[in-house]
């Protein structure tokens, strides 16, 4: 089977899975609602925009929106004042796999504090599948790299979808909406949603502006992020309802230790 096929019937298995799974949701609370129709439409708009991908349907779009980035009279320099390309360098390494670990790092450190242990082994299965599921996307699509304008970041892997954007919504929503889930306010959990938001849109902008990836892998990373994190969103909140991963309530530890400081 062509991979247009495998496209075609993952499709329709994936439409009877949103059926069966939407008569589940009925009846549950207009915020889980809200969310899985959001991952169904990610999801959705990723099998799409891989098809056409696929057939090449986006080439001379691609194509244009790299090139549009570079000076007309030497396309290895970039559009804009020269400390530019350095900024592109800066954000994109908030994409990079170090950089990933050491906020994930962080962030199970301050759930270790609250007390949120089970949280951390969500945080841990978000992560690494994220990662699986990117590698694997990869390994299948294969899409080679742009070669409109020469890189001006090294990169060892395939093009679709870009692994920065995937990965970065994958962790910074994800840790964003897990540490949502632990605050108390609503402008702390809106404060941190945004910075997360923003961070993955900044990463993945930069890799078409250093002439790495396509308009098209960044778009199919940030949906396929945004519905795996989603996803996990959808799980956590499950596993929450039933007692299975703490809720955002203080624990008694931390607040015990609270009130000795």
Not at 180 to 186: D, F, G, K, L, P
Request: net charge positive.
């Amino acid at each position: 089977m062509s991979e247009t096929g495998w496209l075609k019937l993952f499709s329709r298995r994936l439409l009877k899975w949103i059926e069966f799974a939407v008569n589940w949701l009925k009846g549950r609370e207009p915020l889980v609602l809200v969310f899985f129709l959001i991952l169904a439409g990610a999801t959705w708009a990723f099998i799409e925009l891989t098809d056409e991908v696929l057939e090449q349907e986006t080439q001379a779009f691609d194509k244009w929106v790299i090139r549009s980035m570079r000076r007309a009279d030497d396309p290895s320099v970039p559009i804009g004042p020269p400390w530019a390309q350095e900024m592109g360098r800066d954000l994109t390494a908030l994409g990079g796999v170090a950089t990933l670990v050491f906020f994930t790092t962080v962030v199970a450190g301050y759930l270790w504090i609250e007390g949120k242990k089970r949280v951390i082994l969500l945080l841990l299965f978000a992560s690494l599948g994220g990662l699986l599921l990117s590698s694997a996307l990869k390994h299948f699509i294969s899409r080679p790299r742009p070669d409109v304008v020469p890189h001006l970041s090294y990169v060892y892997t395939s093009s679709f979808p870009s692994g920065h954007s995937m990965l970065s919504a994958v962790i910074y929503l994800t840790l964003g909406a897990l540490l949502a889930s632990v605050i108390q306010r609503t402008r702390v959990k809106i404060y941190v949603l945004c910075v997360a938001l923003l961070l993955t849109l900044l990463i993945g902008l930069s890799r078409i502006y250093l002439g790495v990836h396509y308009p098209t892998d960044v778009i199919a990373g940030w949906t396929a992020g945004l519905a795996w994190a989603l996803f996990c969103w959808i799980l956590a909140r499950w596993l929450q309802q039933r007692h299975r991963i703490e809720d955002a309530s203080p624990t008694s530890e931390s607040a015990a230790a609270d009130s000795e400081i």
